[in-house]
T-cell receptor
Framework: SAVISQKPSRDICQRGTSLTIQCQVD?????MFWYRQQPGQSLTLIAT?????????ESGFVIDKFPISRPNLTFSTLTVSNMSPEDSSIYLC???????????FGSGTQLSVL | GNSVTQMEGPVTLSEEAFLTINCTYT??????LFWYVQYPGEGLQLLLK?????DKGSNKGFEATYRKETTSFHLEKGSVQVSDSAVYFC?????????FGKGTRLHILP
């Protein structure tokens, strides 16, 4: 199994600012993903964080808005840029192994944008 | 495209009642199917999974059978407990990506 530490756990931010969320896994993992969970909605995949290369974004998400880094096999960051109230959500980091048939999740970052 | 549809919540049951949470999926090929659970104040965790047709996943008294003919993966438990109160997410995996349903909140009354 893998333990994922995500921080901050919550933050309240002003419109137009940016927030970087950090995700640390206690073991090397092949796959890391970032999800968003808006109130009353399902988890939506933002992007796959690729180690040593640019992230792969899902439809509707772009690098300028959600830049992602993954410098090694245990760490990734997601930045929410130029925030607006519509970005208020829970952001979740997840990680999986080679077969990726079991994803582990961090406890999430609850973001509120005023 | 790939998607998961699960029954709307919240679902409220009395302790020891029988539980069914419906889940259907749309996918190309043969996805793996999962149920994840999120207990209050905790992160998501895998409850059970099935990787091919007719497989039955089970854990903690919960079961779900991969039904290819009906593209379904309904979650069942014969006798629920108050501690089962949580949000349950049905999900599928295709091409290394997991796609989730909207979640079903379950309340169990003592």
């Amino acid at each position: 199994s893998a333990v994922i530490s995500q921080k901050p756990s919550r933050d309240i931010c002003q419109r137009g600012t940016s927030l970087t969320i950090q995700c640390q896994v206690d073991s090397q993992v092949t796959m890391m993903f970032w999800y968003r969970q808006q109130p009353g909605q399902s988890l939506t995949l933002i992007a796959t964080a690729n180690q040593g290369s640019e992230a792969t974004y899902e439809s509707g998400f772009v690098i300028d808005k959600f830049p992602i880094s993954r410098p090694n096999l245990t760490f990734s960051t997601l930045t929410v840029s130029n925030m607006s109230p519509e970005d208020s959500s829970i952001y979740l980091c997840s990680a999986g192994g080679v077969t990726n048939e079991k994803l582990f999740f961090g406890s999430g970052t609850q973001l509120s944008v005023l | 495209g790939n998607s998961v549809t699960q029954m709307e919540g919240p679902v409220t049951l009395s302790e020891e009642a029988f539980l069914t949470i419906n889940c259907t999926y749309t996918a190309t090929g043969y996805p793996s199917l999962f149920w994840y659970v999120q207990y209050p104040g905790e992160g998501l965790q895998l409850l059970l999974k099935a990787t091919k047709a007719d497989d039955k996943g089970s854990n903690k008294g919960f079961e779900a059978t991969y039904r290819k003919e009906t593209t379904s993966f309904h979650l069942e438990k014969g006798s629920v407990q108050v501690s089962d109160s949580a949000v349950y997410f049905c999900a599928l995996m295709r091409y290394d990506k997991i796609i989730f349903g909207k979640g079903t909140r379950l309340h169990i009354l003592p």
